[in-house]
């Protein structure tokens, strides 16, 4: 039962479904983004070739309808490596693949933390085929996190003009919540953050003040049609 428990909230942690407003103190976050790349895999042709750069532990993975999806990531960082699963490792800017490789690139989260966002970039687009695709997530309004390795934040102007630098065409980047999830994510976030690493704490914490804050700030945030200040920006992209 206790290795059930585990599994379903490790399932909603990533890829929370509606309901996992009451478990996960991300919710508003990271169901924006699970929504999101889950409607770009579904585009995608099945057997493609996917990169997952900045791969964590693949959370992704079983979206993409694909035998051959690579996961590369740095030594260290802000994970414990026994979290990650990395077909690959490199120095976080030098992709060891050669060009043309990939039909799809996927990096979530991972360019607020690189010294060299824009080469990092380049080469995304150096490993994908031509026609290839790119998903990429970046916070906008978020703490800092993983540090000391959390470097920037993107507006939706910023992440346009750094993939058009390199080299990427009919780039589509939009914001993720308003102002209303934005600021009930963060206070959720920072209560259940704050209170310690007791279990039956945080649930209380969790059933008490994460949960109603966040089905809050989610309805108001749709009343208003997502206005104002986002959590994070998406973009999508494609190599000529």
Not at 42 to 67: H, I, M, S, W
Not at 157 to 186: D, K, P, Y
């Amino acid at each position: 039962m206790r290795k059930k428990i585990k599994l379903f909230l490790s399932r909603n942690l990533f890829q929370p479904q509606w309901y996992a407003v009451i478990i996960n103190p991300y919710f508003i976050a990271r169901r924006h983004l699970f929504l999101a790349i889950r409607k770009f895999a579904l585009a995608q042709e099945k057997e493609k070739r996917v990169l997952d750069v900045g791969c964590g532990n693949k959370p992704y993975r079983n979206l993409f309808a694909t035998k051959e999806y690579i996961g590369i990531d740095i030594a260290g960082g802000g994970h414990a490596e026994r979290a990650k699963q990395v077909d690959a490792y490199f120095d976080g800017l030098h992709i060891p693949f050669s060009d043309n490789s990939f039909d799809v690139v996927i990096c979530t989260q991972v360019l607020e933390h690189s010294t060299n966002p824009d080469g990092l970039l380049k080469e995304m687009h150096r490993v994908l085929t031509p026609g290839g695709a790119l998903f990429v997530t970046v916070p906008f309004v978020w703490g800092e996190h993983e540090q000391p390795f959390d470097f920037r934040r993107y507006t939706t102007f910023g992440l346009r003009a750094i993939c058009l630098e390199a080299g990427f065409t009919s780039v589509n980047v939009r914001a993720t919540t308003g102002i209303f999830g934005t600021i009930t994510q963060l206070f959720s976030a920072h209560v259940f953050e704050v209170v310690g690493a007791k279990v039956w704490l945080r649930a209380l914490v969790m059933l008490t003040v994460c949960f109603p804050v966040q089905l809050c700030g989610t309805v108001c945030d749709t009343l208003l049609c997502h206005s104002g200040a986002s959590l994070d920006t998406i973009g999508t992209a494609n190599k000529l």
